[in-house]
């Protein structure tokens, strides 16, 4: 026997490997003592509620978000099955802070919310399902959301706020889990990846995003994100679908799809496979056309969305945060630069495909995720009618980046505190700085990834790339 | 030999390499030759004995670093000379402060001592108000009862003798990781005349070097395998202030790597509850003993909001809920002190000892960034780890960063100067933060030894 008997015997435990049934039961005992932070935490929109209604809400929601932690944390302990029991427990505390973290911050009402979403769930609380699925409410957006949205309004005494959140939450899974996957075409152990789960849980942009703002950019982007990963470890079916269910849910999938090509350069995407995005994207139209939405309305809603917002940019980190905005007025400048600012994007997207197609042979999964970044951050930064939130895809992907080489981590800070002034601009209050500095450092950024983009393509080698 | 002697007596005196006993003599005569010096220019002042006598065992500490730093080395004399000289202005320029009076004293301090006096020792060690820490207390407690020396001298003397001892354990962790004789001294050095580490005490009346001290000791000890004298240290330094938990999450790579048992946790809690004792012999519960850096945060949230012209994420809010941002500080600080725990503990195998002091000096730089309810003081202790670590221009520039931060928060703290926005201040912090993680990052990633 030891000395130091009970901490061998605890340090033994700790190291030794976690059993699948060690793992189900930490899960289950973590996911209770969750359960208990989650029951005790502050949620001030209960307030409004009668105290008779109480313990059922708080039990519901204590219970909504228990479930996001399971969710997320069984997501972990899937993957790292050679885990020593130790880093199972350190998962389990981490997922837990970093829910909590987002629970603290449900309580804000944003105006999106109070305009737009509150009212539309209000009025399909009146509808029946199908009368819900065919009506035009929210018609600017797309019929997937908007199902959403419609479960939601079926639970008529329970906060609404909060399911909104929950969803973007339960998504942010999905795409940490896309970001986790990403990481294993480089990375070779579980670490690194696992790493990159939580670094994308907690990036300001995701955390501003969906708990705080209730915004729903972690759909589209966890989608797209998935479907990257899916055709670089040569699943282009399961990618195309992938894609459909993105494009289904946001317009602003289309900065993602240029990926495709170095994705059908290196034969990991073939023409046939293409036809499976808009039929996805048809087959998640397909309860809106039950309940009664027209065809044409079901196929031409980006097209009412692009005709709306006739600015330049609205608080997005673009080249047109460094015109006089605040001396011109905004339609003015509209009608001046809308068509070369236009051209400007296409020219831009033609500007990245180059090198990519020059140097088709040395494209690798790298070069691929670099040039999706590139497309993502060049392509929002010249187009008009750019939203803040626009470039969350280049926020959450450059992340990636990192894996491949750990100097990139300026990317993600370069492209998060662009997103993030401009962010504040959005929000209450003014912004944390003028947003021509937003749009220079997002600039720099754009420029740091060219540069990555063409050192890879110059040193690139397919062959020599690590598979998953 | 004795002709060269003869010949240039000064060379040889200068030149000749004290080792040993001959070292400790040099010190003994250059820390008298100190305080007669100043007690002869402080002749006037009130209790210019205990200051010169103060003045004095500070230089000890620093000239005991010096000793540390240049063991073994066979530097001259002159070499020793100057670098005291150097400690010797660094004491003096504390002592060229002890007259200045901060409003924190006027409003805070000496009311407080004024009502300790009129309790017995006991009641002051205990003292309920405003939820002051034991360690602090038995300090504020024993300052109280001095009567005829002044106690503002004695607040910064305090600080200035814990300052030097931060300084000379500088020099231990810089030694530690293979640091360079001049690097070293160069850390111990900036550790007493870095400008915030002058105005802490010298205008602010604050005694942040207290839980520094204790902490870098602490730490020093833990990385030299005297795990029990460590975490009683530590156990101390939480019983003086809460920022000092900023590096307990090493405590669980220690413990993985053996270099930390079970018992030596728990030696670390009961020094704590040492020294609270005072509190609880008054009859305090323990709930409300362990619960008061709670009450201290509690507090906080109420008057000062999500920081106190504190670098960090809180700098980047304009508009923010006191109530929900500080949940989300709290637990993603959690989250990011784990995640650093958790890369440590990857690496599979005991950690060198400049990987572990790099990982603590990202955790007492990173975490004040993300936990809400800091001030202007919260990299403190960051500064003075990024000194003991700072021989190469990366580090060093964070180092600079991390002073620079620092100064600007503390000249709008204290004098209500606006050097530079809080925004910008709180993305060089960030970004030194980075630059130590990246180095943190390059030091996991390199091949483990065989």
């Given amino acids: 026997m030891t000395k130091d008997y009970p901490s061998e015997m605890l340090r033994g435990a700790l190291n030794r490997k976690a059993a699948p049934w060690m793992r189900a039961l930490l899960l289950a005992v973590s996911t209770a003592v969750f359960f208990g932070f989650a029951w005790h935490a502050r949620y001030a929109t209960l307030d409004s509620y009668g105290s008779w209604q109480m313990d059922e809400l708080l039990l519901m929601t204590a219970v909504m978000f228990t479930a996001v932690f399971a969710l997320s944390f069984g997501v972990q302990l899937r993957f790292a099955r050679s885990q020593p029991l130790s880093v199972c427990l350190l998962l389990a505390v981490v997922t837990g802070a970093v829910v909590l973290a987002k629970v603290s911050l449900l309580d804000y009402v944003s105006d999106d919310y109070t305009i737009f979403l509150n009212n539309w769930i209000s009025e399909y609380a009146q509808m029946g399902i199908r009368e819900g699925l065919g009506s035009y409410i929210g018609s600017d957006y797309t019929p997937p959301y908007l199902y959403l949205m419609l479960v939601i309004s079926r639970f008529p005494d329970y906060p609404w706020l909060y399911m909104v959140k929950l969803i973007s939450l339960l998504f942010e899974v999905l795409m940490a889990y896309a970001m986790l996957r990403l990481a294993t075409l480089r990375a070779r152990g579980e670490g690194v990846p696992l790493l990159l789960y939580h670094m994308t849980m907690i990036l300001p942009t995701v955390m501003f995003n969906g708990a705080y703002w209730g915004q729903c950019d972690a759909i589209y982007t966890g989608f797209c994100l998935l479907a990257l990963y899916l055709a670089l470890s040569d699943r282009p079916c399961r990618s195309m679908l992938c894609f459909g269910v993105a494009l289904s849910f946001k317009l602003q999938t289309v900065f993602f799809l240029p990926a495709l090509l170095p994705l059908w350069l290196q034969k990991k995407v073939k023409l046939r496979h293409l036809p499976l995005i808009p039929a996805m994207y048809m087959v998640m139209m397909l309860p809106a056309l039950w309940g009664g939405k027209s065809l044409h309305h079901v196929l031409t809603c980006y097209m009412q969305q692009a005709g709306q917002y006739n600015f330049l940019t609205v608080n997005a980190p673009c080249l047109y945060q460094l015109f006089p905005m605040a001396e011109i007025d905004g339609n003015v400048l509209y009608a001046m630069f809308s068509p070369m600012a236009m051209a400007l994007g296409f020219a831009a997207l033609a500007a990245c495909c180059l090198p990519v197609c020059v140097h088709r042979d040395r494209l690798n999964a790298e070069s691929t995720l670099l040039f999706t970044t590139l497309t993502l951050a060049s392509v929002a930064f010249v187009l008009p009618k750019m939203h803040e939130r626009y470039t969350f895809g280049a926020d959450v992907l450059s992340l990636a980046l990192c894996v491949f080489a750990p100097r990139r981590i300026a990317l993600p800070l370069l492209f998060g505190l662009a997103s993030y002034i401009c962010y504040t601009a959005g929000l209450p209050g003014d912004s944390i700085m003028a947003l021509r500095w937003a749009a220079l450092f997002q600039l720099a950024a754009i420029v740091l990834t060219a540069v990555e983009l063409a050192r890879t393509l110059r040193a690139g080698n397919g062959a020599m790339e690590v598979k998953a | ?450």
């Fill in chain 2, 1 to 450: 030999m004795k002709k060269d002697f003869w010949r240039d007596p000064l060379r040889a005196c200068m030149m000749a390499a004290p080792q040993g006993r001959s070292a400790g003599v040099l010190c003994a005569a250059l820390c008298a030759v100190f305080a007669t010096a100043a007690y002869a220019m402080l002749r006037e002042t009130q209790g210019a004995a205990v200051i010169a006598l103060c003045g004095a065992l500070g230089l000890a500490a620093l000239l005991w670093g010096v000793s540390q730093a240049l063991r073994g080395t066979k530097e001259p004399a002159l070499v020793w000379i100057c670098a005291a000289a150097a400690c010797m202005l660094a004491v003096a320029v504390h002592l060229a402060m002890l007259d200045i009076r901060p409003g924190r004293y006027t409003k805070v301090l000496a009311p407080l001592f004024e009502d300790m006096w009129n309790y017995e020792m006991i009641t002051a060690l205990a003292w309920e108000d405003d939820a002051w820490s034991g360690v602090y207390l038995i300090v504020c407690a024993l300052i109280s009862r001095l009567q005829t020396f002044s106690q503002l001298y004695a607040v910064k003397l305090f600080d200035m003798i814990c300052q030097c001892l931060c300084g000379a354990a500088v020099v231990r962790l810089a030694k530690r990781r293979g640091a360079s004789a001049a690097a070293c001294i160069g850390g111990m050095l900036a550790c007493v005349l870095a400008p915030t580490m002058l105005l802490n005490a010298g205008c602010w009346a604050q005694c942040d070097a207290t839980f520094a001290m204790l902490t870098l000791w602490g730490l020093a000890l833990l990385m030299e395998d005297h795990p029990l004298a460590g975490c009683v240290l530590w156990g101390l330094a939480l019983g003086t202030k809460l920022q000092s938990a900023f590096l307990f999450p090493l405590l669980i790579v220690l413990f993985m790597n053996r270099r930390v048992s079970l018992r030596h946790l728990l030696a670390l809690a009961g020094a704590y509850l040492l020294s609270q004792g005072a509190l609880l012999l008054d009859g305090q519960e323990l709930t409300a003993v362990l619960g008061r850096y709670a009450q201290q945060l509690e507090s906080a949230r109420g008057t000062i909001g999500l920081s106190d012209h504190a670098p960090g994420v809180y700098g980047l809010m304009k508009v923010a809920s006191v109530r929900e941002f500080s949940g989300m500080g709290l637990y993603l600080g959690i989250a990011c002190a784990l995640i650093v725990v958790w890369a440590l503990l990857r690496r599979g195998q005991p950690l060198s000892d400049e990987t572990l002091l790099l990982a603590a000096l990202l955790l007492a730089a990173g975490l004040p960034l993300v936990l809400p309810q800091m001030n202007a003081r919260s990299l403190y202790l960051a500064g003075m780890l990024a000194f003991a670590l700072a021989d190469t221009p990366k580090r060093l520039a964070a180092a600079v960063a991390l002073e620079a931060v620092s100064l600007c928060s503390y000249m709008e703290a204290v004098f209500g100067l606006t050097v530079m926005p809080m925004s910008t201040l709180s993305l060089v912090a960030i970004a030194a933060a980075t630059a130590i993680a990246l180095e943190l990052v390059q030091k996991l990633r390199a091949p483990k030894a065989a």
